[in-house]
T-cell receptor, first 114, second 110 residues
Framework: SAVISQKPSRDICQRGTSLTIQCQVD?????MFWYRQQPGQSLTLIAT?????????ESGFVIDKFPISRPNLTFSTLTVSNMSPEDSSIYLC???????????FGSGTQLSVL | GNSVTQMEGPVTLSEEAFLTINCTYT??????LFWYVQYPGEGLQLLLK?????DKGSNKGFEATYRKETTSFHLEKGSVQVSDSAVYFC?????????FGKGTRLHILP
């Protein structure tokens, strides 16, 4: 199994600012993903964080808005840029192994944008 | 495209009642199917999974059978407990990506 530490756990931010969320896994993992969970909605995949290369974004998400880094096999960051109230959500980091048939999740970052 | 549809919540049951949470999926090929659970104040965790047709996943008294003919993966438990109160997410995996349903909140009354 893998333990994922995500921080901050919550933050309240002003419109137009940016927030970087950090995700640390206690073991090397092949796959890391970032999800968003808006109130009353399902988890939506933002992007796959690729180690040593640019992230792969899902439809509707772009690098300028959600830049992602993954410098090694245990760490990734997601930045929410130029925030607006519509970005208020829970952001979740997840990680999986080679077969990726079991994803582990961090406890999430609850973001509120005023 | 790939998607998961699960029954709307919240679902409220009395302790020891029988539980069914419906889940259907749309996918190309043969996805793996999962149920994840999120207990209050905790992160998501895998409850059970099935990787091919007719497989039955089970854990903690919960079961779900991969039904290819009906593209379904309904979650069942014969006798629920108050501690089962949580949000349950049905999900599928295709091409290394997991796609989730909207979640079903379950309340169990003592």
């Amino acid at each position: 199994s893998a333990v994922i530490s995500q921080k901050p756990s919550r933050d309240i931010c002003q419109r137009g600012t940016s927030l970087t969320i950090q995700c640390q896994v206690d073991s090397q993992v092949t796959m890391m993903f970032w999800y968003r969970q808006q109130p009353g909605q399902s988890l939506t995949l933002i992007a796959t964080a690729n180690q040593g290369s640019e992230a792969t974004y899902e439809s509707g998400f772009v690098i300028d808005k959600f830049p992602i880094s993954r410098p090694n096999l245990t760490f990734s960051t997601l930045t929410v840029s130029n925030m607006s109230p519509e970005d208020s959500s829970i952001y979740l980091c997840s990680a999986g192994g080679v077969t990726n048939e079991k994803l582990f999740f961090g406890s999430g970052t609850q973001l509120s944008v005023l | 495209g790939n998607s998961v549809t699960q029954m709307e919540g919240p679902v409220t049951l009395s302790e020891e009642a029988f539980l069914t949470i419906n889940c259907t999926y749309t996918a190309t090929g043969y996805p793996s199917l999962f149920w994840y659970v999120q207990y209050p104040g905790e992160g998501l965790q895998l409850l059970l999974k099935a990787t091919k047709a007719d497989d039955k996943g089970s854990n903690k008294g919960f079961e779900a059978t991969y039904r290819k003919e009906t593209t379904s993966f309904h979650l069942e438990k014969g006798s629920v407990q108050v501690s089962d109160s949580a949000v349950y997410f049905c999900a599928l995996m295709r091409y290394d990506k997991i796609i989730f349903g909207k979640g079903t909140r379950l309340h169990i009354l003592p």
